[in-house]
DNA sequence: GTGGTTGCAAACCCTTTGCACGGCA
DNA sequence: TGCCGTGCAAAGGGTTTGCAACCAC
């Protein structure tokens, strides 16, 4: 489960990207954070090791670790970035109360997506992937 | 098809709000832009007929009409907010060539999901509504 | 060596906020 | 009339940009 720091060296180099240690430090802090952390938050986690990284560099190299498709960004109905590390198919649970966005990992559900796709085509579109934004609230969060 | 002027009063007043000129002309943008739109674009269709309203306002409106369920916030993974006035359970295409979101709408699917959560339940958490999030491109952006 | 990356800081722009006036109920 | 809603303008804050120094290849 636990991801080794060379393999993010790995990751980048396979891109055909440069290996800085910039770059290998946003994407380890992106998996070690979780849960789709913030510009913000990767920035803090970052400095701890980095204390000099600037805020736009990390901005640029989040936007280049997107590009390179080794992240993902969350889609929200807000205005802060979120980013995702898991690269794997899978949805999100959106939490109407506590606004938190957690994964959810159903490979049932996939297939069924999938199945059902293939039957039913969409007029002049072409499927790359699925995510479903499940809405609903937590059970620890009901009473607010 | 077309919805009536006078409905828009209704749909506000339904919901114990006061109806201001503001709200009736804002909640028709939503709903006669269609695709989306954002704030900026909401402001610009406003002031056609309100010259004189200020973008505080249509903010200050756009989240009042969210909180009532008389419009939704789309989700993004960019910084810009967009609004949607259909609220019937539908669905949305992401074009990842033209990054625009059209809407997909398939009682089918929709029946396909209620379906299969009713028998698989997510541990500690209450499902209210579903979206699928459908990334691809649409044909007529294939060739940038 | 050299072209892509980073650090820094200012610019940008979308969104929020505070306050006084205005208009809906 | 009372109070919520609006207009205005400034503040706020997340993200982008420009440029010189730096460093991975």
Do not use: W
Request: hydrophobic share 35%.
């Amino acid at each position: 489960m636990k991801v080794q720091t060379t393999s993010y060296r790995e990751l980048i180099a396979r891109q055909g990207l440069r290996v800085t240690p910039q770059r290998m430090a946003i994407l380890e802090a992106v998996h070690k954070i979780g849960n789709h952390p913030t510009a913000d938050q990767i920035t803090d986690f970052v400095r701890k090791a980095h204390p000099n990284i600037a805020s736009g560099t990390v901005y640029h190299v989040l936007d280049t670790l997107v590009q390179h498709q080794l992240i993902k960004r969350v889609t929200t109905d807000r205005d802060v970035m979120r980013y995702d590390g898991i690269m794997e198919s899978h949805h999100h649970l959106y939490c109407l109360e506590c606004n938190d966005i957690q994964d959810y990992v159903d490979v049932e559900l996939n297939a069924l997506l999938q199945e059902y796709f293939k039957s039913k085509k969409i007029e002049g579109f072409e499927i790359k992937e699925f995510v479903l934004e499940i809405k609903g609230t937590f059970n620890k969060c009901k009473n607010r």
